[in-house]
């Protein structure tokens, strides 16, 4: 016999009929006990055979096609009849009953509070295994029973259930469960859960652990594949940090069955900050958004989405999630640089000098030998001009370079300003000009590697007096950049109305890496306006024209299309740069769970990693006192550190980060993460079929439908482990070689009847 994992399935008909369950004659093999030899069996068969066929022969005279069937049909019989005095058995090895153990693992999370027809999810387990099915396992095995939810406790009975958790962690209530069974022989796990996973528990690597115990895990899916008349906020991402007064772009889905148009409020703590009507897709189950919300001061934001309620809708918890922004006090640091005064320099200086979240130091070569500050914060800041020192280069989160030539900067600094871009993770502009470009020598650069076009070779005419209308590409169209209106459409036409532009310089080809977000249509047809990509650490930008000033100058004063578009730029390009130190959480809302990941970068003033720093966490919750704790170095990478806190309570914690090396201080970031509890188990409560399956199909068990949990006890195989004893079980009394018999005889009857001959 083999004894292994293979599953046998449970039929009630089959046992019926033969007597002996199905895997029985899978493995078993089969032999004659009588002691009578084989060969007196064969001839036995042989002469009947020749009985009946010298019996045909003397009635040949009614015709072979009557004699020829009944032949056959007597000629069988009576070679059943022989093999049967020879007695056939199986001879089959099976485990002794009760000396395999069993597993029951019951999901015992909040979310098996939900149900259909007045009964939870977790009574209709409990009336499904008191309703035979566990009867049937005890006779066979030796069962244990685990409740699981975010810890797995060994059960008595059903009735000792622990109550509701605030948790799904399959991964882990597995892992226990096996672990648990030690040298014992362990038949397989019998799984009853919805598949709401919401631990992060069940990773590759974990299943594939799970795996490797080589015991099948059967999977009773619980609850419906699709919960209906609920709305639920399935996803919403938003960036963890914004500059004050920017704009933060909120990605949404929705998760509805029964609804047709839903509302969206956005509140700011108690404070109404945006409302939307959405038009639920018929075709999907989820219909995806996009939401532009304004930051707001410096601080902290606790955005708080909610979908109203449906009439009659049970579970409104999943209405509502919050996300935690934060917004630096902090200025944004750009420098400016122009060879030139000039129109476009003016007007993009009045668009942003109102914006407290972005500090625009400009230096303006008005004569060979003259230059113009603006925008700075000390006597000293660009005394000299562009800067010399990396250090204060890196102290600027992004650089604009309109039309100047590229031979104004030394060798020097243009490897400075390459680094900025690769290294430090800042943003470069660069803008059309007399002198931008390629008119300014700029494709022999080293910052000509960042860019997003291959500059071609120094012309004169390529910055041109040409106009050409701006339009939108599809990039541009779902980028928060070009955005002059929330609405898609309105925005599509707010760009149809701008003026056209007067001037445009020739690129090259595109890199394959740029995303050109904004088209230039004129008279020699298309061609790129804004284009970027990402480059190292940082990315580059070209705005290949100088006259965005029409926009404003020929626009109704109130119009506010042009300080949008500036604003929206400077601060994409501006808020991505990373400071020196930076301190952030695997994710800035936690539910139901407390263990809070950290990870902190330290780096010096020229951006060099910083790898023997003194790292110290000063923890603020909500609710409990403050504490401390050291960071440690990842491992992974110089200048990288990682902490795990623990958050007992719910609520709003502060954690601010000091680094020094040695006596001096480095530098120090601030992040707030929020806890929640009873959340995480009133989302997806639908049934994870597929999570399930999946479990089942890895570990070589099977998935069950609970109306279909009476066939689980026989499917279930013995483990190699365990007593092993030899049975002989008889096949000559099975009911369907009685019924074989009668029907070969009543073959026989039926035919003579049909010719009128008995």
Request: aromatic content about 8%; some cysteine; glycine content about 8%.
């Amino acid at each position: 016999m083999r004894l292994g994992r293979r599953i046998h399935y449970y039929c009630p008909v089959f046992e019926r009929l033969f007597t002996h369950p199905l895997w029985a004659y899978r493995t078993g093999t089969f032999a004659f006990a009588s002691a009578w030899p084989i060969g007196l069996l064969v001839t036995s068969i042989l002469v009947a055979s020749a009985l009946v066929a010298w019996s045909l022969w003397r009635r040949r005279a009614l015709g072979w096609r009557l004699l020829w069937p009944v032949g056959v049909l007597q000629t069988l019989l009576l070679a059943l009849v022989l093999c049967l005095l020879w007695r056939p058995v199986l001879n089959v090895e099976r485990v002794r009953d009760r000396e395999n153990e069993l597993a029951v693992a019951i999901d015992a999370s909040a979310s098996m509070a939900y149900g259909e027809a007045g009964r939870s999810r977790l009574q209709e387990v409990a009336a499904a295994l008191q309703n035979g099915t566990m009867q049937r396992l005890e006779k066979t095995f030796a069962v244990r029973m685990f409740g699981f939810a975010q810890t797995t406790t060994p059960l008595n009975d059903l009735e000792a259930m622990p109550p509701p958790g605030r948790q799904t962690r399959i991964g882990d209530a597995l892992h226990q469960v096996l672990q648990s069974a030690g040298s014992a022989p362990l038949a397989g796990v019998i799984l009853f859960s919805d598949g709401a996973e919401n631990g992060d528990t069940l990773s590759e690597e974990r299943l594939a652990e799970i795996a490797s115990y080589g015991v099948p895990v059967h999977t009773v899916g619980l609850g419906p594949e699709r919960v209906t008349d609920d709305l639920e906020l399935e996803r919403v991402e938003v960036a963890g940090s914004a500059p004050a007064g920017s704009t933060i772009d909120a990605q949404i889905s929705i998760r509805h069955n029964g609804a047709s148009q839903a509302r969206l409020r956005v509140y700011d703590r108690d404070n109404l900050v945006a409302a939307r009507d959405v038009k639920l897709r018929p075709d999907a189950a989820t219909t995806q958004l996009s939401l532009d919300l304004p930051a707001g001061q410096a601080g902290t934001h606790e955005l708080r989405f909610v979908l109203d309620p449906l009439q009659g809708e049970r579970n409104v918890v999943n209405n509502s999630r919050t996300q935690v922004v934060n917004v630096p006090a902090a200025r944004r640091g750009i420098l400016y640089v122009e060879g030139e005064p000039r129109w476009e320099y003016k007007f993009l200086r009045r668009a942003v000098d109102h914006d407290r979240a972005l500090r625009v130091a400009s230096v303006v070569r008005t004569t060979p030998n003259k230059q113009y500050r603006q925008g700075v914060n000390s006597p000293d800041e660009l005394a000299d001009g562009f800067p010399s020192d990396p250090a204060k280069l890196f102290g600027y989160d992004a650089v604009i370079i309109g039309s100047y030539e590229a031979a104004g900067l030394r060798a020097e600094q243009h490897r400075m300003l390459k680094d900025f871009v690769d290294k430090r993770g800042g943003t470069v502009l660069m803008l059309a000009g007399r002198y931008g470009l390629s008119a300014g020598g700029w494709q022999n650069a080293p910052l000509a590697q960042t860019l997003p076009v291959q500059l071609t070779g120094r012309q004169a005419t390529q910055f041109v007096q040409r106009p050409g209308q701006a339009m939108l590409t599809l990039y541009g169209a779902e980028s928060p950049i070009p955005r002059l209106d929330i609405d898609p459409r309105k925005n599509l036409e707010r760009w149809k109305k701008l003026p056209p532009l007067a001037d445009y310089q020739s690129l090259g080809r595109l890199k394959p890496g740029a995303i050109v977000l904004l088209e230039a249509n004129g008279e020699g047809g298309r061609a790129p306006l804004l284009m970027w990509q990402h480059y190292g650490r940082g990315a580059a930008y070209v705005l290949a024209t100088a006259s965005t000033l029409r926009w404003q100058m020929r626009m109704p004063s109130e119009d506010q299309s042009h300080e949008m578009f500036w604003r929206q730029l400077l601060h994409a390009i501006s808020s991505t740069a990373p400071a020196r130190v930076t301190l952030n959480g695997e994710r800035s809302v936690y539910e139901d769970e407390r263990t809070v990941r950290l990870e902190a970068e330290v780096r010096d003033e020229r951006f060099e990693p910083v790898s023997d720093a003194t790292v110290e966490l000063e923890v603020a919750p909500e609710r409990d006192a403050p504490f401390k704790q050291l960071m440690q170095p990842s491992g992974q990478s110089d200048g990288r550190y990682t902490a795990t806190i623990d958050a007992a309570s719910a609520g709003l914690y502060r954690i601010e980060m000091t680094a020094r090396a040695g006596d001096k201080e480095v530098g120090s970031a601030v992040t707030h993460v929020l806890r929640n509890d009873g959340v995480a188990e009133h989302f997806a409560t639908y049934q994870h079929r597929d999570l399930l399956e999946r479990i089942a199909k890895v570990t070589g068990g099977r998935y069950w439908p609970l109306r279909e949990l009476d066939g689980l006890a026989g499917a279930i195989p013995y483990s190699k482990a365990g007593i092993v004893e030899r049975q002989t079980l008889d096949l000559w009394n099975l009911p369907i070689v009685f019924l074989v018999l009668l029907a070969l005889k009543l073959g026989e009857w039926l035919l003579r009847l049909r010719w009128g001959r008995l």
